[in-house]
């Protein structure tokens, strides 16, 4: 994709070019990467070239609709979401863009806000998707389905924020995160708190894991973040 962020890359597909740059600035400064294109054809080639993470797509194109680049994508294995645009607040549209392939359908004129959020809300839900849905790391134990969790076989009741925090120490375990990291993927682009944020919910997390283990499972390493250790007991 054409841009430096190294967040989930977006391919946003529309003829008009004032959305297109709309789209493309405020997608970059939410911290996605973002190539866009004005037609099926150039979206059926970017997603070729590099495939990207989510399509924003037009319904109406000057070459094809959306659906039958939908209907091509798909049949050609591409598996990624497809957020569709259209003009049209149409019950049979939005039951068209589902039937396809789509994913999601925002109907123009819309908010950047909502936007963002439909985004985010699709990838979350895609990533977990893909995810088992048991994690176990040391002796922790994570259900993603049901949201339980135990260490050394005690259930350990969770706030969803300590869930989501724990679940991502979990997905990244032995390897340090820093307090940035953190931020990003628990509390995600729109959090404009402060890092401090990050040490109570650690601190929480410890008086409720610690106290089932020998040592703690969350180390701080000054200067660089936290790391959830394997070989805890």
């Known amino acids: 994709m054409n841009a430096q962020n190294k ?24 911290g996605f990467g973002v190539r866009a294109v004005a037609n099926g ?37 591409y598996t990624a979401p ?10 049979e549209d939005k039951v068209m863009g589902l039937t396809v392939g789509g994913d999601d359908y925002v ?12 985004i985010k809300a699709i990838l979350r839900r895609t990533i977990q998707e893909d995810e088992e849905a048991v994690l176990e790391t040391g002796p922790v134990v994570l259900d993603q389905d049901t ?7 005690t259930p ?18 032995n390897r340090v995160l820093s307090k940035a990291q953190i931020l990003d993927h628990v509390w995600e682009y729109d959090f404009n708190g402060d890092a401090g944020i990050v040490e109570s919910y650690i601190s929480y997390l410890r008086r409720k894991l610690d106290p089932l283990t020998e040592e703690s499972l969350i180390q701080t390493k000054r200067g660089f973040g936290y790391m959830l250790k394997t070989d805890a007991k």
Do not use: C, W
């Open 41 to 77: 054809a150039q979206t059926i080639s970017a997603v070729l070239e590099e495939e990207p993470d989510l399509i924003i797509l037009d319904v109406m194109l000057p070459d094809m609709n959306g659906f039958s680049v939908t209907k091509r994508l798909r049949s050609a294995g």
């Open 147 to 153: 949201h339980e969790v135990q260490v050394n076989g």
């Open 156 to 173: 350990v009741e969770l706030s969803p924020t300590e869930f989501k925090l724990l679940r991502y120490l979990m997905q990244n375990a």
């Open 7 to 30: 967040g989930p890359r977006i391919l946003i597909v529309d003829d008009e070019p004032s959305i297109r740059e709309l789209l493309s600035t405020s997608l970059r400064f939410a």
């Open 107 to 118: 109907t123009k004129p819309f908010s950047l806000d909502e936007i963002i959020a439909r």
């Open 82 to 91: 497809i957020l569709f645009l259209t003009a049209k607040d149409d019950t």
